[in-house]
Protein backbone atom coordinates (compact mmCIF):
# COMPACT_ATOMS: atom_id res chain seq x y z
CA UNK A 1 0.00 0.00 0.00
CA UNK A 2 1.10 3.29 -0.95
CA UNK A 3 1.16 6.08 1.85
CA UNK A 4 -2.09 7.95 0.50
CA UNK A 5 -3.76 4.92 1.52
CA UNK A 6 -1.83 3.90 4.26
CA UNK A 7 -3.25 7.05 5.63
CA UNK A 8 -6.70 6.67 4.58
CA UNK A 9 -6.81 3.45 6.69
CA UNK A 10 -5.11 5.29 9.84
CA UNK A 11 -7.99 8.13 9.20
CA UNK A 12 -10.76 5.50 10.16
CA UNK A 13 -8.68 3.42 12.81
CA UNK A 14 -8.53 3.59 16.62
CA UNK A 15 -5.37 4.40 18.56
CA UNK A 16 -4.22 3.78 21.97
CA UNK A 17 -1.04 4.27 23.56
CA UNK A 18 0.41 0.71 25.41
CA UNK A 19 4.01 0.60 27.18
CA UNK A 20 6.82 -0.34 24.80
CA UNK A 21 8.14 -2.96 27.43
CA UNK A 22 6.26 -5.55 29.62
CA UNK A 23 6.83 -5.60 33.13
CA UNK A 24 9.74 -7.71 33.56
CA UNK A 25 11.26 -5.95 30.50
CA UNK A 26 10.70 -2.68 32.04
CA UNK A 27 12.35 -4.22 35.51
CA UNK A 28 15.77 -5.33 33.55
CA UNK A 29 15.50 -1.73 31.28
CA UNK A 30 15.96 -0.03 35.06
CA UNK A 31 18.74 -2.34 35.97
CA UNK A 32 20.63 -2.31 33.01
CA UNK A 33 19.91 1.81 32.59
CA UNK A 34 21.21 2.05 35.99
CA UNK A 35 24.45 -0.25 35.72
CA UNK A 36 25.52 1.24 32.29
CA UNK A 37 25.68 4.79 33.68
CA UNK A 38 26.99 3.78 36.98
CA UNK A 39 29.78 2.47 34.52
CA UNK A 40 30.34 4.98 32.13
CA UNK A 41 27.45 7.61 32.20
CA UNK A 42 28.13 8.21 28.83
CA UNK A 43 26.60 5.25 26.91
CA UNK A 44 22.98 4.82 26.57
CA UNK A 45 20.44 1.56 26.95
CA UNK A 46 18.05 2.15 23.95
CA UNK A 47 14.61 -0.54 24.00
CA UNK A 48 13.30 -2.55 21.20
CA UNK A 49 15.32 -0.69 18.68
CA UNK A 50 15.03 -2.23 15.00
CA UNK A 51 18.18 -3.89 13.32
CA UNK A 52 16.98 -1.96 10.45
CA UNK A 53 18.01 1.24 12.37
CA UNK A 54 21.54 0.33 13.24
CA UNK A 55 22.55 -2.37 10.28
CA UNK A 56 23.19 -1.89 6.66
CA UNK A 57 23.96 -4.08 4.00
CA UNK A 58 24.50 -3.98 0.24
CA UNK A 59 22.44 -7.02 -0.41
CA UNK A 60 18.73 -6.12 -0.14
CA UNK A 61 17.65 -9.52 0.12
CA UNK A 62 19.96 -10.01 3.74
CA UNK A 63 18.90 -6.59 4.71
CA UNK A 64 15.08 -6.66 4.19
CA UNK A 65 15.22 -9.96 6.15
CA UNK A 66 16.72 -8.07 9.55
CA UNK A 67 15.06 -4.87 8.97
CA UNK A 68 11.76 -5.45 11.00
CA UNK A 69 13.56 -7.32 13.52
CA UNK A 70 14.03 -5.57 17.03
CA UNK A 71 16.67 -6.33 19.88
CA UNK A 72 15.18 -5.77 23.30
CA UNK A 73 17.78 -3.69 24.24
CA UNK A 74 20.56 -1.93 22.57
CA UNK A 75 23.93 -0.81 24.38
CA UNK A 76 24.81 1.92 22.70
CA UNK A 77 28.80 3.97 22.52
CA UNK A 78 29.52 7.75 23.34
CA UNK A 79 29.20 7.73 19.25
CA UNK A 80 25.74 6.46 18.90
CA UNK A 81 27.02 3.16 18.10
CA UNK A 82 25.30 0.08 18.82
CA UNK A 83 28.38 -2.18 20.08
CA UNK A 84 26.30 -4.53 22.23
CA UNK A 85 22.76 -5.98 21.67
CA UNK A 86 20.88 -7.74 24.99
CA UNK A 87 18.09 -10.13 24.73
CA UNK A 88 15.59 -10.45 26.88
CA UNK A 89 14.56 -14.40 27.03
CA UNK A 90 11.15 -14.30 29.30
CA UNK A 91 9.60 -17.46 30.53
CA UNK A 92 7.26 -17.93 27.16
CA UNK A 93 10.33 -17.45 24.63
CA UNK A 94 11.17 -21.00 23.67
CA UNK A 95 7.98 -22.35 24.00
CA UNK A 96 7.15 -25.83 21.59
CA UNK A 97 5.61 -24.33 18.37
CA UNK A 98 7.61 -21.04 18.38
CA UNK A 99 9.58 -19.68 15.76
CA UNK A 100 11.63 -17.51 18.75
CA UNK A 101 14.89 -19.45 17.94
CA UNK A 102 15.06 -18.99 13.83
CA UNK A 103 14.51 -15.06 14.49
CA UNK A 104 16.89 -15.28 17.19
CA UNK A 105 19.29 -16.74 15.07
CA UNK A 106 18.78 -14.16 12.16
CA UNK A 107 19.43 -11.48 14.77
CA UNK A 108 22.69 -13.17 16.04
CA UNK A 109 24.09 -13.77 12.60
CA UNK A 110 23.82 -10.05 11.15
CA UNK A 111 25.05 -8.88 14.31
CA UNK A 112 28.01 -11.25 14.40
CA UNK A 113 28.69 -10.11 10.63
CA UNK A 114 28.61 -6.04 11.91
CA UNK A 115 30.47 -6.70 14.80
CA UNK A 116 28.28 -6.23 17.74
CA UNK A 117 27.67 -8.00 20.43
CA UNK A 118 24.81 -10.63 21.34
CA UNK A 119 24.19 -11.39 24.56
CA UNK A 120 20.98 -13.18 26.07
CA UNK A 121 19.31 -12.21 30.26
CA UNK A 122 16.95 -14.99 30.96
CA UNK A 123 14.15 -14.37 32.96
CA UNK A 124 14.68 -16.38 36.67
CA UNK A 125 18.23 -17.03 35.76
CA UNK A 126 19.87 -13.65 35.78
CA UNK A 127 20.92 -12.32 39.38
CA UNK A 128 21.43 -8.56 39.89
CA UNK A 129 24.90 -9.18 40.47
CA UNK A 130 25.22 -10.91 37.04
CA UNK A 131 23.78 -8.60 35.37
CA UNK A 132 26.01 -5.98 36.99
CA UNK A 133 29.31 -7.61 35.90
CA UNK A 134 27.64 -8.27 32.46
CA UNK A 135 27.85 -4.50 32.01
CA UNK A 136 31.00 -4.37 33.77
CA UNK A 137 32.51 -6.78 30.79
CA UNK A 138 30.23 -5.18 28.26
CA UNK A 139 30.57 -1.37 29.10
CA UNK A 140 34.11 0.51 29.29
CA UNK A 141 34.98 2.35 32.63
CA UNK A 142 34.39 6.16 31.91
Known amino acids: ?10 MIADFSS ?16 AAV ?9 MAQVSLGEFLTSPDKE ?22 HA ?3 QGSGHHLPGSSAAARDAVKKEALRKAGIG ?7 HTTAGELKRLVEKLVPGE
Open 86 to 88: IEY
Open 1 to 10: ANATDQLARV
Open 118 to 124: YHEVVAG
Open 18 to 33: RPLLNRPEANLFKALD
Open 62 to 83: AYGAVNSKRVDFALMDPDARVV
Open 37 to 45: IARNPRWQV
